[in-house]
């Protein structure tokens, strides 16, 4: 119900009544019973004024929470003036809290195992936070940590952001190798990110397109056509077409064709080829979950 029940723990607490563990179980407390969803109240007002809590918000995104409570139920099931996203906006737009230690805990919350559902408030209030390019450009190592992530979400957060530190001309060239996990993800969107920063990188630094070529070519197993088409094209445009040759056959139909190779596409009849079905195959349920959790964060992936 995420009603105001942690008013009074904290008044006797104050007191010096009672004096509970600051455990994992106290942080759930404040994060479902500080104030409460309905907003009668401003939950950073309440914050300012006892610097004992403010000091505690870094254990927020320590802790993931689970069944009802957690940040994410308490804003899903909460007004946005009751949101805990609008009470950290309101808390570094005062001064309370910086944007740099709060984009940080964002960031040290990713890297935790948390579920691709609770792992998703992180990500947002990443988002809405709007980094700059020098705050993205500090905190470049751990975007690129991200990249290894589970989550499919947080994959695409991550390299997003990476493309926008290249375009800037920031990122840091000699990281190449940590995209790899982008080419290999579930999804699309992050692959195709990655291969733009490699083809800026490649452009930008000529001397290191051999290690550039290496992480390219894992684009050629991806299940998107779209992404072996443009990892094809990035090392045609590279000279490293012979990297492609031994694996052709993993190509779809349509990228071998288009790039010189033998296509198998069974024909209609007609003289005409079509694309073979994909195959389903048996998923486990965790996978399943975190598929889904990538549609819902990006569903421009058909075949996903």
């Known amino acids: ?3 105001d029940t942690f008013t009074p723990v904290r008044v006797l607490e104050r007191l010096g009544v009672t004096a509970p563990p600051r455990d994992d179980e106290y942080v759930l407390a404040v994060v479902g019973g500080l104030v409460g969803r309905h907003g009668s109240r401003s939950r950073a007002d309440v914050l300012r004024a006892d610097p004992g809590l403010l000091q505690l918000l870094p254990r927020l995104f320590e802790v993931e929470g689970g069944g009802e409570v957690s940040l994410t139920n308490v804003d899903k099931y909460s007004p946005e003036e009751a949101s805990w996203k609008l009470t950290f906006l309101e808390l570094v737009a005062a001064g309370n809290r910086s944007r740099q230690e709060v984009l940080g805990w964002c960031l040290g919350a990713l890297q935790r195992d948390f579920s691709a559902y609770r792992a998703g408030w992180y990500s947002a209030l ?17 975007l690129c940590a991200l990249v290894r992530s ?12 990476l493309r926008k530190l290249s375009a800037a001309g ?10 790899s ?27 290191v397109s051999a290690s550039v070529a290496e992480v390219v070519t894992l684009g050629l197993g991806h299940t998107s056509a779209d992404v072996q088409r443009a990892a094809a094209s990035l090392l045609e445009q590279m000279g490293a077409q012979s990297v492609m040759s031994p694996l052709r056959d993993q190509l779809a139909p349509s990228v071998q064709a288009e790039f010189g190779g033998v296509t198998n596409a069974p024909s209609t009849g007609d003289g005409i080829t079509v694309d ?6 048996d998923v486990e349920a965790v996978e399943l979950v975190e598929r889904t959790a990538g549609l819902l964060e990006s569903a421009e992936d058909p075949i996903e």
């Open 1 to 3: 119900s995420f009603s």
């Open 126 to 142: 990443y988002r809405v936070l709007e980094p700059s390019v020098d705050e993205l450009s500090e905190q470049q190592g751990v």
């Open 150 to 161: 589970d989550v499919t979400a947080t994959v695409s957060m991550a390299v997003g952001y």
């Open 170 to 179: 920031r990122f840091d060239d000699t990281r190449v190798e940590t995209l």
């Open 181 to 207: 996990p982008a080419l290999l993800a579930r999804t699309k969107g992050p692959a195709l990110d990655a291969l733009r920063i490699l083809g800026e990188v490649a452009r930008r630094r000529p001397e």
């Open 276 to 281: 073979p079905p994909h195959r389903l195959r």
